[in-house]
């Protein structure tokens, strides 16, 4: 979160951010690195004394259908990428929680993902290059334009989810993927209990299935999207109408199937409340039971939260709206009861107070850090890692 009232700064080339890196190293003053800048709360708070804004940094520089690639500036939205690819049916397979109108760059710089990442994986899967401007002021180039470039460091997947702390994104190559002739989407009912959970999983992944994304949502949160009334599987079928008509009947014979219309997972992704806080428990993905019925606890300890889950991924996802009885502080402790990985990812400032601090790789974090920013300038303390 960047200091209350601190003066934002607009940029519209990657020459206007170098500029302005240069100026924030003369004056020892860090940026805190913006595109929409709608979701300021994520992460830890910053030490930033002025806002980097990029959302002006916005275009398609290239698209190459026959390739699969396009290449757009940080700013630019996803539903931008959508409607320039829409005509050669394809489509970019990002589709992170939060605003409709998030950008590349914002979802790039912190690896954000949505259900899609079942099938297509996440970020560091799709982005094939990068340009960003180091903390202190160089532009560097990794990765490229085609699919098959594997020369030098991989500093694009190291870019990728640094949120930000070690460059600025300017610009970012992503593959893009063919759209299926027919989708279709359905909802199972979640029996109560892990191990009845655990056994409708296990069944699930040795169906002759391949959805596209699969997405567990419990009560309120399939209440709210108009999906079910209790705990729901939503399968998203894809492929040509052959292919969906013999996966239909797959999931069918898993228990009681109702096909449900495809806006349920863009009411999924927009769900999230309005400075909401938002936290992923993970673990092995055959051990998601457990991480679901951890999240569930974590949102029973907060007097109630929305929760949702990627099996797959092995990750659930708890999301609780503003609240001012104490509730976060308890959500925070049942989170971190869970024995896998705990991932704040937004919380209210005083809330990161109850977070342990320091990360297991931290020395590490910080030769790097130091390596691309060696004055702190960029997103200093988001990630908890100093120099």
Known sequence: MTVPGAAAAFVRSTADVVERVNEARAQGAPLRIASGATWLDAGRPTRAASLLRLDGLEGIVDYTPGDLTLTARAGTTLHAIAQATAGERQWLTLDPFGDAGATLGATVA??????????FGTPRDNVLGIEAVTGDGRIVRAGGRVVKNVAGFDLTRLFTGAWGTLGVLTEITVRLRARPEAEETWALAVPDGGAALAALL??????????????V??????????????????ARLGGNADTVAAQRDALSALGDAAQRPSALWDALRAADPPGASAVRLSDLPSRFAATWNAACRAAIEAGGALVHGSPARGVARCVLAPRDDGAVERFVRGALAHEGIVIFERLPTAAWSAVPAGLPN??????????????????????????
């Open 202 to 215: 296990a069944r699930l992944r040795t169906a002759p299935l391949a959805p596209l994304a699969v997405e």
């Open 362 to 387: 931290a020395p590490l974090a910080q030769r790097v850090k130091h390596a691309f920013d060696p004055d702190d300038l960029l997103n200093p303390g988001i990630l908890d890692v100093e120099p």
């Open 217 to 234: 949502v419990a009560g309120a949160l399939a209440r709210r999207i108009g999906a079910a009334e209790d705990d729901v599987l939503l």
């Open 110 to 119: 912190t690896a954000s993902w949505g259900p899609l990442a079942h099938a």
